[in-house]
């Protein structure tokens, strides 16, 4: 199999008395789908600002996608990124653009010509539900539907991995199941997706691989049968 993340002992330190990780081990699958949980502040966040080269690690060893973190440098960690997408919890849309340039941005950044990435913008934005929404603005859509256009914006450069911070953390329950569907659907399309939630109704609908932290510690690493 292929592993497209390895955490080796990894721990994360913000100053001598603030450890968020403390020696964390695992590994993913290329084409896997799981989920981070544990209590608020248990270290969901660290390790995907980890992946993510938000944040450096203080200890340990990581591989990402066949790049070794701790090595990246200027000339390397752009090329990283763009093998990787991020939703956050708070959306981040540019509130003085368009829906649909919103999503093209980040082809625009890449080099692409605004045909060709307004062009695919419309493709993702048909791929969340969104279609009718491409001229509207974000404070014109709901919480939901700002969500989805997180998704679309991540997912427009085809990433290898999806990373979702608390992505249903201010949705109810109906359009929760609706988002996890939206996952599901990119997972099965070979993208590895890592979810960050502590919505345990939402793990236990969708009987996926769970890894559980406890003030950093890595405690549980449940794999479901199937």
Sequence with gaps: MNRIIQFNRVSKSYGKHNKALHDVSFDVESGEMLFLTGHSGAGKTSILKLIMCMEDISYGQAAVNGFALRQLNNHSLPKYRQTIGMIFQDHQLLENRTIIDNIALSLWLRGHSKHDALKQARVVLNQVGL????????????????????????????????????????????????????????????????????????????????????SGRLIDDYRPDT
């Design 131 to 214: 279609s009718d929404k491409a001229n509207f603005y974000p404070n014109e859509l709901s919480s939901g539907q700002q969500q989805r256009v997180g998704i679309a914006r991540a997912i427009i450069a085809k990433p290898d991995i999806l990373l979702a911070d608390e992505p249903t953390g201010n949705l109810d329950p109906d359009l929760s199941l609706e988002l996890m569907e939206l996952f599901l659907q990119i997972n099965q399309q070979g993208t590895t997706v890592i979810i960050a939630t502590h919505d345990l109704f939402l793990i236990k609908r969708l009987r996926k691989r769970v890894l559980v932290l406890d």
